[in-house]
């Protein structure tokens, strides 16, 4: 139905940046029921948590944690969502998982297989 690919983690430095993206294919039908998207992330022993989101009317929520640094946007012409991650920390260290919905922004019904992003001190 819909598939989800994410590439664009790796290893960089603390204070440094990454931008991931996120590859949107399926069937027309399904993939244009899309409503909203986000990028989720879970460290070694935690639980997933949500780090940014954006809905079919383009309005954007970030995790605190996140704010100020991070800035999540997406290329309808290109079928593609983006992560861009600035001043990284260690902390920001975890797997990092495009998501999407076709109901609302509480319900990820696709997921991809996830992007490692690992930040050093």
């Known amino acids: 139905q819909v598939q989800l690919v994410e590439s664009g983690g790796g290893s960089v430095q603390a204070g440094g940046s990454l931008r991931l993206s996120c590859a949107v294919s399926?069937?027309?039908?399904?993939?244009?029921?899309?409503?909203?998207m986000g990028w989720f992330r879970q460290a070694p022993g935690k639980e997933r948590e949500g780090v940014a989101r954006i809905d079919g009317d383009g309005s954007t929520s970030y995790a605190d944690s996140v704010k100020g640094r991070f800035t999540i946007s997406q290329d309808n012409a290109k079928h593609t969502l983006y992560l861009q991650m600035n001043s990284l920390k260690p902390e920001d260290t975890a797997m990092y998982y495009c998501a999407a919905s076709t109901t609302n922004c509480y319900d990820m019904n696709y997921w991809g297989k996830g992007t490692l992003v690992t930040i050093s001190s």
């Open positions: 399926g069937y027309h039908y399904y993939t244009s029921l899309i409503y909203c």
